[in-house]
Nanobody, 120 residues
Framework: QLQLVESGGGLVQPGGSLSLSCAAS????????MGWYRRTPGKRELVAAI??????NYEDSVKGRFTISRDNAKNTVYLQMNSLKPEDTAIYYC???????????????WGQGTQVTVSS
């Protein structure tokens, strides 16, 4: 059974750090792009993405503060978030693009989401 299992969310004070991880489980053959999105009321945006080859893309407001990385052997993507701000508060969702596994291929697959709250 295919799953994206996220972990690492929580409550942190402004200026603090959190690390998110997302592991794809199942019989995975390949994943092209893995990324993190976040959702607030009325808005969903791409935070960061990374290709299988390691090319990265960041939303402007997180550049220099967040770092995305992945371990292809473990089908896992990470998001290191530093210098967090209250406006980073959101539900963060992991996404896997162009994923092929034992039952076929899907263009996009989502995790269940993890809450990140930045507040004093």
């Amino acid at each position: 059974q295919l799953q994206l299992v996220e972990s690492g969310g929580g409550l942190v004070q402004p200026g603090g750090s959190l690390s998110l991880s997302c592991a794809a489980s199942g019989i995975i053959f390949s994943i092209n792009t893995m990324g993190w999105y976040r959702r607030t009321p009325g808005k969903r945006e791409l935070v960061a993405a990374i290709t299988r080859g390691g090319n990265t893309n960041y939303e402007d407001s997180v550049k220099g503060r967040f770092t995305i990385s992945r371990d292809n052997a473990k089908n896992t993507v990470y998001l290191q978030m530093n210098s967090l701000k209250p406006e980073d508060t959101a539900i963060y969702y992991c996404n896997a693009g162009d994923l092929c596994y034992s039952a076929g291929c899907v263009s996009s697959y989502w995790g269940q989401g993890t809450q990140v709250t930045v507040s004093s």
